[in-house]
């Protein structure tokens, strides 16, 4: 298997701010994976949070281009990668995503039919950022908080938005009284969700605003890899999975089975990203109560097509592998 990559900017439309930052865009690096005449694509984007930049994302690359030359094909990579590329979840779960994009394309399957999933068209939510305002007609919003006024900044997007399904996302903004405080005051507003309400690393202040509560809370920033999942409270409603943060599909598949047999719902999440940085995820969604992957509707270009979303909708066309193609 022969691996090559290429660097490009993506540019969001406008700045999105959130409680802890402020980004109008980042670098994304796609890289394609060569094998018997076919190619497998994924995308890994910078992260300053993540502390993964260009020349991190590259240099792993480098380093994994010999061991995947040496493999015979996309499954033996699929059991061999996540050992080469621990501690790099952003960068696995491209190649991850590239290796079962290649996988399903040589099985001339939808990467959904790898794991037995029926497709649905999948609603999706759009983000509106700190200060920002809400597109109108779409049927789910993400209301990123941890202003000045949060309640009030709530009631605006409802007034604004009076039929769209709302979720919440401070970043974990609050301390545990401001949480149970905010979230008593909008329940009426009818809200489905929040989610990370206090600082990640408090798994007992989480514990004690889930449990008082009057909106579903679900762990985000608390639920990036299994472990993670596994030591959280009995006491939090649901996690949010983003295969950027677990490690890909492999990683996201097993986190969501775990979750489930705790009984516990799934929102799939994401970065901003293009849709072929999306796109894995989607074909998750079959297995989630909520989809919050609208990081490419946040773009000005985005420089791949194939999943929708822009009326709120996600839509895969139905090709094999991950479905989408260059703009």
Known sequence: MRLTWTVTALRLLEPLRISRSVMSGRDAVRLTIEHDGLRGHGEAVTSVRHRLDVERITDLLLRLRPEL???PGPEEALAAVPELLAGAPGVLAAVDAALYDLAGKRRGLPVHAL???????????????????????LPQLKIKLGGEDDVARVRDVRAAAPDARLLLDPNGAWTAEEAVRILDAVSPLGIEAVEQPVAPGALDDLAWVAERSPIPVLADEDAQTLADVTNLPDAVHGVNVKLAECGGLTAARRIIAYASGRGWEVMLG????????IAPAVHLTPSARWADLDGHLLLAEDPWTGIGGHDGVLRLSGEPGLGVRAS
């Open 69 to 71: 030359a040496g493999l």
């Open 270 to 277: 994401c970065q901003v990203a293009s849709s072929l940085g």
């Open 115 to 137: 794991f037995g999933m029926r497709w649905r068209d999948t609603v999706t939510a759009f983000t509106v950022g700190l200060g920002g305002e809400p597109r109108p007609g």
